[in-house]
């Protein structure tokens, strides 16, 4: 005699539940891809925090010296300043750029998708460092004929005099977009006129400094 149903099912498929055939399982195949040499999104190769000895930030230039060319320098919070487009050879990175107390790192490598950071403590040199628009011209005063340097010149310019030293040297700063015109006179030789040009844009290093060598004449 078989087995009563109820519903159906038997009483061993009451207890114990119904067979495994009933249901559908429907298995989707994980989808893996790998990551290996992917750097992360938006990673930069370098980051500067510049501080003083407190710890505070400082916001002072931070610019990139390299054979490849020009880099850029995002200042992304106060102090804070990263360099995202690095390559394979090593750069200079000058904190504090015109500045008698910047500081220097020296041939800094990136790595693909790593940040290298690295903290500058910079010190005023008992002096508040300010960031100013001007270029700066020094000026070589040179004898025409023995090339040898001219002591003590005068440039004149603007009813202004500025000095040079016992090697002929003196230091112009004129402003972005200014060009000074002047003389320099020293007894014994021919004036000689001099136009010191600072473009409103500098574009290089060599368009904020740079040397400007002049000779000058003796008298007959």
């Known amino acids: ?5 109820i519903n159906g099912l038997s ?12 249901f559908l399982f429907v298995l989707l195949p994980l989808v893996v891809t790998p990551a290996y040499g992917q750097p992360p999104e938006g990673r930069c ?27 850029a320098v995002a200042r992304v919070s106060p102090g804070v300043y990263e360099i995202c487009d690095l390559g394979l050879a090593a750069v200079d990175i000058l904190v504090g750029k015109g500045n008698a107390c910047a500081v220097v790192l020296k041939n ?13 403590i ?12 001007i270029c700066r011209r020094l000026l070589r005063v040179t ?14 310019f603007d009813g202004k005099q500025v000095r040079g030293d016992q090697y002929g040297r003196m230091m112009l700063t004129p402003r972005f977009g200014e060009t000074i ?22 574009t290089s290093h060599e368009d904020e400094e740079s040397e400007v060598g002049v000779p000058i004449s003796r008298l007959p």
């Open 1 to 5: 005699m078989g087995a009563t149903k």
């Open 11 to 22: 009483a061993r498929e009451r207890l114990y539940g119904a067979p495994m055939n009933k």
């Open 45 to 71: 190769s370098l980051r500067v925090s510049v501080t003083d000895r407190s710890g505070q930030p400082r916001d002072i230039p931070v610019t990139v010296q390299a054979a490849d060319g020009e880099h």
């Open 108 to 120: 800094v490598m990136a790595t693909l998708g790593v940040t290298l950071d690295r903290r500058v």
């Open 122 to 133: 910079f010190e005023p040199c008992g002096r508040e460092y300010m960031a100013e628009a």
């Open 143 to 156: 004898d025409a004929t023995s090339h040898r340097a001219v002591p003590n010149p005068i440039f004149e």
């Open 181 to 202: 015109h002047g003389l320099i006179v020293r007894e014994g030789y021919t004036p000689a006129s001099v136009s010191l040009e600072c473009k409103a844009r500098p």
